[in-house]
């Protein structure tokens, strides 16, 4: 499946600084003269043109690197001791996922919510009795900024599937402080951000980058991609990395297996986001890492899930911190994606590889 812009307007000009991407989909910032910018679910071929040029793309992803650049810091969590550590902190990030799947909220909601929480941990010092508090807090804050009114729960349902085991003033007072620590601004550049503005360049420029695939798989490589990248939620390593890093990388590391010409997109997009080239290295061998180890971990694990005959019913309330439910909705992530992709080497490269146009990714400064 894949989607057709349909642009609503009153104007006849569309600036490239109105457009934004939030709950997966292009919005324009509020004006008179504007409507939003919405994805309509199509079988005809995807004419994104018609709404998004490769200048309007490379927009918003400077865009994000601008906020990229005013919010994000590395993350650090305790190994060990009275804080909360790493592992706590990549549990409760697993959590949140069940819950977010549960509730079919979009990955905009998640994404969102696990980069507010690190953020409010790395500003104040908490204990690990108020980890699951603090985490969905920024989630039901998170939800109330990305999901549909009718989507969101009453926040009383939302304890009771979530079983967090908080009244609802606690967590009415959380958010508060979250909100009050952040300074009320809880809009963020998450990874996922920038992975929809690379596909995007992707899309627009296929006939420059990607003359051997078609449309569709290219549309089909965007959930291939979230996919991989919410995997990658739960990896408290990467929060020393950027988020358009940890896009980028991903992005190339998956383009290694689909195309000769990974390496020309990957140069153009490290271009445009001002990547150095030891950091897209380093960070594409972690990915590739962290797949292999997950996946192990999933077949292992479903494979000690079926030598159990019990049958799990069709509705009931998550269990608190369910290893069994976490694990089997990373398998589910998954789903019949194929191997990892190899991690690869730059220096490795054919010289063929290199001989295809640059000017397909222009870089405007910011």
Known sequence: QFFVFNLEVNSASIHPSNICWTRGHLW????PSLKRVRFISGSAAMT???ALTADSAIALVQQYLRKEKLHWQPCKYALQGDEITSVQRNHTVKWLTVISRYLKFTPETLFLSVTLMDEFLRLVRARPKYLKCIA??????????IEEDEVVPHIKDLITNSNCNFSVSEITRMEAVILKKLKWDLCRATALDFLH???ALLVLNRGLFLPDQSAEQLAALGPLLETKLEICLDQNSLLATRPSTVALALVSLELETW??????ITIALQRLAQVENSDVIRCREELACIFTTARTAVSRKHRHSDSQSASKPSKRKMDNMDIEEIY?????????????????????????HSTLDMAGFPVHAM
């Open 28 to 31: 324009l910032d509020p004006s």
């Open 48 to 50: 994104m043109r018609e």
């Open 136 to 145: 969905i807090s920024c989630f039901y804050l998170a939800s109330k900024i």
């Open 197 to 199: 503005g690379f596909h």
């Open 259 to 264: 195309t000769r010409n990974w390496f020309v």
């Open 328 to 352: 089997d909705s990373i398998k589910k992530l998954y789903g019949d994606e194929g191997g990892v992709a190899a991690t690869g080497s730059f220096c490795g490269m054919q010289q063929g």
